[in-house]
């Protein structure tokens, strides 16, 4: 049996830290009647690991998207009848174009598709609006080519059917596991809590071009020994910025810059933080949650209905574009450890519900390699523990 697994789309953000897991567990649990294809970005993390010669073929992606669709239509075409592929998997994107013979299973977290009424499209540029809009074009074509496509949670299972006029009997609901490089930390909470971390990039639908707003908001409190910890690099996220003129004395003083953390390295953002902060528009379901559940750090996050759907009471809920509203609610949490220890030990409860890495890791094969009778316990697993999931937070509220 022949199997690619397409990890194409996977450049940065937290869809490195999963991909890097499961191609852990993938190098594990090899089987000797099974040869295992890779198709990797020529761009990013995965692309340092070395994977060239551990399988049985490894192909690059090419960053530019005119050679990438020349790459995908053309060579990888003829690489597929070549080398007998049965079965691909494409880890978080649209899917790749495939004989119809070949069973194509897709995990998507593209949020930009589902959400056509999130703040993000009133803040993005012209440009990003007219390029994303027409991605999403072909994202949703290629999409409605797949064998079934596996989503984290319930709310994009409705959502990404209703965007792509899909069965939802075809949209299987597996929810993630946190990254294996992250753990407990070993700290003794302290007053007040003013290490704020922020582990992004600076898409704009990240919206960490409100934090300079957000600052000026707790400075004009009163408060003036606080720390935005970013994982992006300095200049990059000046580049970033909507407002032109941000003070100099305010970046340096409130603004540590960790720059672009490995997967395996994840833990030093951690052990610089008090708080983790997420002020996204836009998610699927983000690893920020579910390794601050891991680490015992309290969140902070968007009040978002795909945020609420996964935290739960396990987050303290702000609107992101209102930098007084954010700012009020991090001085709160920042003072009353009694809230931070409520928020951790819901954060914990949350956690026992996802599946171990092993288990996803095995029920996403199950379902690529089309067991039926294995198949049908999977989908009857995957839709208990969902509800259980979704009933734990319709009770929170």
Same mark, same amino acid.
């Given at each position: 049996?022949?199997?690619?697994?397409?990890?194409?789309?996977?450049?940065?953000?937290?869809? %490195?830290?999963?991909? *890097?897991?499961?191609?852990?567990?993938?190098?594990?649990?090899?089987?000797?009647?099974?040869?295992?294809?890779?198709?990797? $970005?020529? %761009?990013?993390?995965?692309?340092?690991?070395?994977?060239?010669?551990?399988?049985?073929?490894?192909? *690059?992606?090419?960053?530019?998207?005119?050679?990438?669709?020349?790459?995908?239509?053309?060579?990888?075409?003829?690489? !597929?009848?070549?080398?007998?592929?049965?079965?691909?998997?494409?880890?978080?994107?649209?899917?790749?174009?495939?004989?119809?013979?070949?069973?194509? *299973?897709?995990?998507?977290?593209?949020?930009?598709?589902?959400?056509?009424? +999130?703040?993000?499209?009133?803040?993005? +540029?012209?440009?990003?609006?007219?390029?994303?809009?027409?991605?999403?074009?072909?994202?949703?074509?290629?999409?409605?080519?797949?064998?079934?496509?596996?989503?984290?949670?319930?709310?994009?299972?409705?959502?990404?059917?209703?965007?792509?006029?899909?069965?939802?009997?075809?949209?299987?609901?597996?929810?993630?596991?946190?990254?294996?490089?992250?753990?407990?930390?070993?700290?003794?909470?302290?007053? $007040?809590?003013?290490?704020?971390?922020? !582990?992004?990039?600076?898409?704009?639908?990240?919206?960490?071009?409100?934090? $300079?707003?957000?600052?000026?908001?707790?400075?004009?409190?009163?408060?003036?020994?606080?720390?935005?910890?970013?994982?992006?690099?300095?200049?990059?996220?000046?580049?970033?910025?909507?407002?032109?003129?941000?003070?100099?004395?305010?970046?340096?003083?409130?603004?540590?810059?960790?720059?672009?953390?490995?997967?395996?390295?994840?833990?030093?953002?951690?052990?610089?933080?008090?708080? *983790?902060?997420?002020?996204?528009?836009?998610?699927?379901?983000?690893?920020?949650?579910?390794?601050?559940?891991?680490?015992?750090?309290?969140?902070?996050?968007?009040?978002?209905?795909?945020?609420?759907?996964?935290?739960?009471?396990?987050?303290?809920?702000?609107?992101?574009?209102?930098?007084?509203?954010?700012?009020?609610?991090?001085?709160?949490?920042?003072?009353?450890?009694?809230?931070?220890?409520?928020?951790?030990?819901?954060?914990?409860?949350?956690?026992?519900?996802?599946?171990?890495?092993?288990?996803?890791?095995?029920?996403?094969?199950?379902?690529?390699?089309?067991?039926?009778?294995?198949?049908?316990?999977?989908?009857?697993?995957?839709?208990?523990?969902?509800?259980?999931?979704?009933?734990?937070?319709?009770?929170?509220?």
């Amino acid at each position: 049996m022949n199997v690619l697994f397409d990890f194409g789309a996977i450049k940065t953000g937290g869809g %490195v830290q999963l991909a *890097v897991n499961f191609l852990s567990l993938l190098d594990r649990q090899k089987a000797t009647d099974i040869k295992i294809f890779l198709v990797i $970005p020529e %761009v990013g993390e995965l692309s340092k690991l070395g994977l060239q010669g551990k399988y049985s073929g490894v192909f *690059v992606s090419p960053n530019s998207f005119i050679q990438r669709f020349v790459f995908e239509y053309g060579c990888l075409q003829q690489l !597929i009848r070549l080398h007998e592929i049965q079965h691909i998997f494409t880890f978080f994107g649209s899917g790749l174009p495939h004989p119809q013979n070949v069973r194509s *299973v897709v995990t998507v977290a593209y949020p930009v598709i589902c959400y056509p009424e +999130s703040d993000y499209w009133n803040y993005a +540029s012209m440009g990003d609006r007219i390029y994303i809009k027409l991605l999403n074009i072909l994202r949703r074509n290629r999409l409605k080519k797949a064998s079934l496509i596996i989503t984290e949670t319930t709310v994009m299972q409705a959502r990404l059917a209703q965007s792509i006029r899909w069965p939802m009997e075809k949209i299987l609901v597996i929810p993630p596991t946190p990254s294996l490089y992250v753990e407990p930390l070993r700290l003794q909470r302290r007053l $007040p809590s003013r290490r704020f971390l922020f !582990i992004s990039g600076t898409n704009s639908h990240k919206n960490l071009w409100r934090l $300079p707003a957000i600052a000026e908001c707790m400075l004009a409190r009163g408060i003036e020994e606080f720390m935005f910890v970013l994982t992006c690099r300095r200049d990059s996220y000046i580049k970033s910025l909507k407002t032109p003129l941000i003070s100099e004395g305010l970046i340096v003083r409130h603004f540590t810059f960790l720059g672009s953390v490995p997967p395996q390295r994840i833990m030093e953002a951690y052990s610089q933080a008090d708080i *983790v902060v997420s002020l996204s528009d836009l998610e699927s379901f983000s690893n920020n949650y579910m390794e601050a559940w891991v680490v015992k750090l309290p969140l902070v996050v968007s009040n978002r209905d795909f945020a609420r759907n996964i935290c739960a009471d396990s987050a303290l809920y702000v609107d992101p574009h209102r930098p007084d509203d954010v700012a009020e609610h991090l001085i709160r949490i920042s003072e009353d450890l009694c809230l931070q220890d409520r928020l951790v030990k819901a954060g914990g409860e949350r956690l026992s519900l996802l599946p171990s890495p092993q288990n996803r890791f095995s029920r996403i094969m199950t379902v690529l390699l089309g067991n039926e009778e294995e198949l049908d316990n999977d989908i009857h697993l995957a839709r208990h523990e969902t509800l259980t999931i979704t009933k734990s937070h319709a009770n929170a509220r």
